[in-house]
């Protein structure tokens, strides 16, 4: 059967001085699947864009800035990652520069400056621990991973890159 997952972004905006990243903590939708989680920005390619192109949208939308530098990061497989057991293929970029002045929340919840070194002190997805030092390492490959999940926990990780 081919492998036919739903192909995303997600993205971790730097501030200015590269000390703190945009996060968002989702806390605005009760039936939200990644309610009370922390996460960077980022959804689902619409059909008509390239990776790159629904990255900048994302942002736009839910942050109100533009991008102006970001380099891919990874690739992720997340199988079984979807509410319902839907495979998710993410590509992460990293956003080292912007402008305009980010939103204080959207729909989906509050955007909040979070100082790099206090990310993991977060509620946020098990695997997101695993693959997040590679997003900020100074390794300039990108990293290609597969993160199987099972009834809403991770069940694996490997990368290569």
């Keep these: 059967m081919p492998y036919t997952p739903i192909v995303a972004t997600l993205g971790y905006v730097l501030s200015p001085d590269r000390s703190r ?11 939200d699947h990644h309610l009370g989680k922390y ?9 008509d864009e390239d990776v790159l192109a629904g990255m900048r949208r994302e942002i736009r939308e839910e942050a109100g800035i533009e991008c102006v530098d970001l380099t ?20 992460l970029f990293l956003i080292t520069s912007f402008t305009g002045t980010p939103l204080e929340r959207n729909a989906e919840g509050t955007l ?12 946020m997805w098990e695997g997101d621990r695993q693959f997040l030092p590679l997003v900020f ?16 926990r991770m069940q694996a990780w490997n990368y290569s890159r």
């Design 21 to 31: 990243v945009l996060m968002i903590h989702r806390n605005a939708r009760e039936h």
């Design 39 to 47: 996460n960077g920005l980022g959804g689902k390619v619409e059909p």
């Design 72 to 91: 891919l990061r990874g690739t992720i497989s997340w199988p079984g990652f979807g509410k319902h057991g839907e495979d998710w293929l993410g590509f």
């Design 112 to 123: 909040e400056w979070v100082a790099r070194d206090r990310l993991f002190e977060l509620p």
């Design 137 to 152: 390492d100074a390794d300039p490959r990108p990293f290609h991973g597969v993160m199987p999940y099972k009834d809403g």
